[in-house]
């Protein structure tokens, strides 16, 4: 069975100050791997995702996340936080094949603060 | 851009009421997907569909639930009777295909207060 862990519930950071927001999986096979980003009462709008090549994947609104295939993790990351970024963050993960669903972890708030 | 569209944002029935949600996917998805997000929690698949098929329900509550997506365009989400325990986000989701590449574009959901 695939899973992925988001270990952090929360993350508060600065204004200005890089974020980091971690993910892990568990697949067999190899991973397809997504972050989603959701604001309050509204749906999961797609930020970046890897399917293979250069494990650093860059996306929407100066995020970029990298693949560590040997730690089984795919970190978001942003080099200077906004305090628009202040949302819930989930990592999501799928192999392949059509039979394959997209899981989902618990989420991470982020909290970006003047 | 194109995007998913549900009605209603915000729906508030008593227990054992029926309730119907609606979703339009992006033009030209063959895949629709309804998922439920309850607080605190990530989105949960609820049913998938390829074109007007099911391929996927094994985690709707076939004893209330049900969903159809009849010309294989938009689709319709049905409890009947509604439960205290069903209050939660209902999510559509739409991607070209149903490949584990093919990214998954989901409308503002709807969300359900049960009563």
Known sequence: AQSVAQPEDQVNVAEGNPLTVKCTYSVSGNPYLFWYVQ???????????????????????????????????????????????????????????????????????????? | EAEVAQSPRYKITEKSQAVAFWCDPISGHATLYWYRQILGQGPELLVQFQDESVVDDSQLPKDRFSAERLKGVDSTLKIQPAELGDSAMYLCASSLGALGTDTQYFGPGTRLTVL
């Open chain 1, 39 to 114: 604001y309050p009462n509204r749906g999961l709008q797609f930020l970046l995702k890897y399917i293979t090549g250069d494990n650093l994947v860059k996306g929407s609104y100066g995020f970029e996340a990298e693949f560590n295939k040997s730690q089984t993790s795919f970190h978001l990351k942003k080099p200077s936080a906004l305090v628009s970024d202040s949302a819930l963050y989930f990592c999501a993960v799928r192999v392949t094949g059509t039979a394959s669903k997209l899981t989902f972890g618990t989420g991470t708030r982020l909290q970006v603060t003047l």
